[in-house]
């Protein structure tokens, strides 16, 4: 998830968004790692690799294998962004991913209850996915790429990707995996990108493309993948804002007063969590802390840019404090309440 760049990826009609938005039974996959997600952090995970991927020997070479790279959540405002990378035997690639029993596209066309559904196959021992691939996937937390993009040295949001991108590649063959051909999908101008990794895996054949994920087994399943984990992190993140609101509610309840705070009343009210959406709109209209504006689910504010605000101007009093606390609307790009929401 990235929480500064609106992306021309995300969702613009109302089925687009409905197929954003995480199913209510989602399968939580073990790529969630909830201390690091709600604490806002970075990190990755690897499944374990099945002894069909890997070497026979210390003398041989394991089945080549094409592994395909995708990513879920270049533009919302709400969640991390995850990379994800899927590995599977090439005579294979087809005959079990194409397979009509599990019958792997890109994500963004599988309803979420389909790829929930993909996602926890994947993940149980004794099915032919399980025993037959390997998949990885990097989350980048709004935090850590609101950071590196405004820091000195301008770690933009493609230099972040590609990064994600070369660690889990890296990650997979360092495990034993003989990665042969390597398929990504890209947003950007494919030939850059492409030649970008061809230096880095000069033994692989490499293959960048627009609508990988449509194009390419492999890719699809990393569409899956990524799609997945973050369709995890956005319930993982609303059900601790969830939970939150309720023990406050209570807390009120029992101390007799007669106002409640109706934050949480809404259920999953913040949607698919793109800016597209109107129900994270709302959302984020309406939870907004005047003082500490939303938690780990968003990026906040520089501390050291001299034009934003300090935690003491909401404590002074009279038209000037008035104006800051307004203000901490606007850093998000468009004051809250206008047409950023």
């Known amino acids: 998830?990235?929480?500064?760049?609106?992306?021309?990826?995300?969702?613009?009609?109302?089925?687009?968004?409905?197929?954003?938005?995480?199913?209510?039974?989602?399968?939580?996959?073990?790529?969630?790692?909830?201390?690091?997600?709600?604490?806002?952090?970075?990190?990755?995970?690897?499944?374990?690799?099945?002894?069909?991927?890997?070497?026979?020997?210390?003398?041989?070479?394991?089945?080549?294998?094409?592994?395909?790279?995708?990513?879920?959540?270049?533009?919302?405002?709400?969640?991390?962004?995850?990379?994800?990378?899927?590995?599977?035997?090439?005579?294979?690639?087809?005959?079990?991913?194409?397979?009509?029993?599990?019958?792997?596209?890109?994500?963004?066309?599988?309803?979420?209850?389909?790829?929930?559904?993909?996602?926890?196959?994947?993940?149980?021992?004794?099915?032919?996915?399980?025993?037959?691939?390997?998949?990885?996937?990097?989350?980048?937390?709004?935090?850590?790429?609101?950071?590196?993009?405004?820091?000195?040295?301008?770690?933009?949001?493609?230099?972040?990707?590609?990064?994600a991108t070369i660690e889990l590649i890296r990650g997979v063959m360092d495990k034993g995996v003989n990665v042969a051909e390597i398929y990504v999908d890209t947003v950007g101008p494919p030939a850059t990108y492409q030649a970008k990794l061809e230096r880095v895996f000069p033994t692989a054949k490499i293959t960048v493309a627009k609508k990988a994920d449509s194009l390419y087994p492999c890719v699809s399943a990393a569409s899956v993948v990524a799609k997945v984990t973050r369709d995890a992190a956005l319930e993982v993140l609303y059900e601790q804002r969830a939970c939150t609101d309720r023990q406050r509610e209570a807390a009120v309840r029992e101390s007799g007063a007669e106002e409640v705070a109706k934050e949480g009343e809404e259920g999953m009210a913040w949607g698919s969590g793109y800016p597209s959406d109107g129900r994270c709109v709302s959302w984020m209209r309406s939870n907004m802390h005047p003082v500490f504006g939303w938690g780990p689910e968003l990026e906040w504010p520089l501390e050291d840019d001299e034009n934003n605000t300090k935690l003491m101007d909401f404590f002074v009093a009279g038209k000037a404090g008035d104006e800051v606390a307004d203000e901490l609307g606007a850093w998000f790009g468009t004051p809250a309440g206008l047409t950023a929401f």
């Open 1 to 163: 998830m990235e929480a500064t760049i609106i992306d021309d990826s995300q969702p613009q009609t109302e089925s687009e968004l409905v197929l954003e938005t995480p199913s209510s039974n989602l399968f939580i996959p073990p790529s969630i790692n909830t201390a690091l997600l709600l604490n806002g952090a970075s990190y990755s995970h690897f499944s374990p690799i099945p002894s069909s991927l890997l070497p026979p020997s210390s003398t041989q070479s394991g089945p080549p294998c094409c592994l395909g790279v995708d990513e879920a959540g270049r533009g919302p405002v709400l969640g991390p962004m995850v990379y994800g990378v899927y590995a599977v035997p090439l005579d294979q690639s087809d005959s079990l991913l194409r397979h009509p029993s599990h019958r792997f596209d890109d994500s963004k066309v599988l309803s979420p209850q389909f790829r929930s559904s993909l996602m926890d196959t994947l993940c149980s021992p004794d099915t032919d996915l399980h025993s037959s691939s390997a998949w990885a996937v990097r989350l980048l937390s709004a935090r850590d790429i609101g950071a590196h993009m405004f820091s000195p040295s301008a770690y933009n949001l493609n230099a972040q990707a590609l990064d």
